[in-house]
């Protein structure tokens, strides 16, 4: 299984950008994703999931009203639109493919990772 990250790159604080992931439809079309971050000397965190449908979403507090997870039902693509960025959102930013169907917030319910990709916000 692959899932390719793309749409990270540099931007100023208040800008915005959208990262986009590509996985196997056979593997994750029935399957809620996720997207994750990791900033420098920090741990692995959850930012946002949907379910297989895009019907459901949660988010982390610090990401919500500014990150928005979206996917047509059923695609295989997942998408993160985030604005009103701060430079506290630069990471590498991971998309992941839940075991089930549902939104879910815990790494281990997850069982696909892709390689991630540079999100830094300049203050």
């Known amino acids: 299984v692959q899932l390719q990250a793309s749409g990270g790159g540099l931007v100023q604080a208040g800008g915005s950008l959208r990262l986009s992931c590509a996985a196997s439809?056979?593997?994750?079309?029935?399957?809620?994703m996720g997207w994750f971050r990791q900033g420098p000397e920090k741990e692995r965190e959850f930012v946002a999931g949907i379910n297989w449908s895009g019907s459901d979403t949660n988010y982390a507090d610090s990401v919500k009203g500014r990150f928005t997870i979206s996917r047509e039902r059923g695609a295989s693509t997942v998408y993160l639109q985030m604005t009103n960025l701060k430079p506290e959102d630069t990471a590498v930013y991971y998309c992941?493919?839940?075991?089930?169907?549902?939104?879910?917030?815990?790494?281990?319910?997850?069982?696909?990772w892709g390689k991630g990709t540079q999100v830094t916000v300049s203050s």
């Open positions: 992941a493919v839940a075991r089930r169907a549902f939104m879910v917030s815990t790494a281990r319910e997850y069982q696909y």
């Open positions: 439809r056979r593997t994750s079309s029935n399957n809620g």
